[in-house]
């Protein structure tokens, strides 16, 4: 299964409203597309369809911009997903609106129930990653790269001595 860009570039989005939640921040679109080098036209039309599904709340005029809707303990990866895709459906007959005897192969399908475990297997980690925990998992590989940063001055010495 291959993520579009859509969602791709809406969660970058939605992380970026996240790290800026606990200040009360309002961030524009172009900051956000700076941010995480995002195409601004493309972001638009991503954050009003996070906006009209009540994830994002705007802001207009000159101090105006973007932020959460609500906290990023709250919003979900899969609320995302489903906003800016639709629903995870990785074969047809696995879609919510598929029709018992559309496919002829229905009762001989031997395939079906792995794409049902993959289905579910997607779905319980999109619903159960909050925006807060990327947010926190972002703060531990800072934390583990910092921890393991050695000053190339450091490096230097130690290769001239080896």
């Not at 679109?29 to 995480?36: D, T």
């Not at 007959?93 to 792995?114: F, H, K, M, N, Q």
């Not at 980690?125 to 925006?131: F, Q």
């Amino acid at each position: 299964m291959k993520v579009s860009t859509r969602v791709h570039y809406g969660l970058r989005a939605m992380t970026e409203l996240a790290r800026s939640y606990s200040d009360a921040r309002l961030l524009s679109i172009a900051e956000i597309a700076r941010n995480e080098a995002l195409p601004l036209a493309y972001l638009e039309q991503l954050v009003g369809e996070l906006r009209k599904a009540g994830l994002v709340e705007g802001t207009r005029g000159v101090r105006g911009g973007y932020r959460l809707a609500k906290r990023p303990e709250t919003i979900t990866v899969g609320d995302v997903y489903r906003v800016l895709e639709g629903e995870v459906a990785p074969v047809e007959c696995t879609a919510e609106d598929y029709l018992p005897g559309s496919c002829a192969r229905e009762t001989v399908c031997l395939s079906r129930s792995i794409w049902e475990r993959v289905q579910l297997a997607i779905l319980s980690v999109l619903d159960s990653t909050t925006l807060q925990d990327l947010l926190v998992s972002e703060s531990l590989q800072h934390a583990s790269a910092a921890k393991h940063f050695v000053p190339l001055e450091t490096l230097r010495s130690e290769l001239a001595h080896a």
